[in-house]
């Protein structure tokens, strides 16, 4: 059966490949709303590992907000009071 009703909305891709759809099932996928290598800025600025946009991101007029880094991967809160280390990780 064909992928009937699917939305692509809202996303951002500078450089390389990003939606991989299938030829024939691109009449079936409905785009909308997506910056593709759009901004004039890069994604990641100057280092590999940034992935945050410029503060005046043309990106924030569409409504996109910006990715909480610091809330990714394990973190100190109040039900993690401390990481694992090393020694811990190799014994398990």
Do not use: C, M
């Not at 569409?62 to 993690?80: A, H, N, S, V, W």
Request: glycine share 8%.
């Amino acid at each position: 059966a064909a992928p009937k009703g699917n939305l692509v909305a809202n996303n951002i891709a500078q450089k390389g490949t990003w939606d991989g759809v299938q030829d024939q099932a691109r009449p079936y996928v409905t785009f909308q709303q997506n910056l593709i290598d759009q901004l004039p800025e890069s994604l990641g600025g100057d280092k590999p590992d940034q992935f945050q946009l410029a503060s005046d991101s043309a990106a924030y007029n569409t409504g996109f907000q910006p990715i909480p880094i610091e809330k990714i991967g394990l973190y100190i809160d109040k039900i993690r009071v401390s990481l694992p280390t090393q020694n811990d990780l190799q014994h398990q």
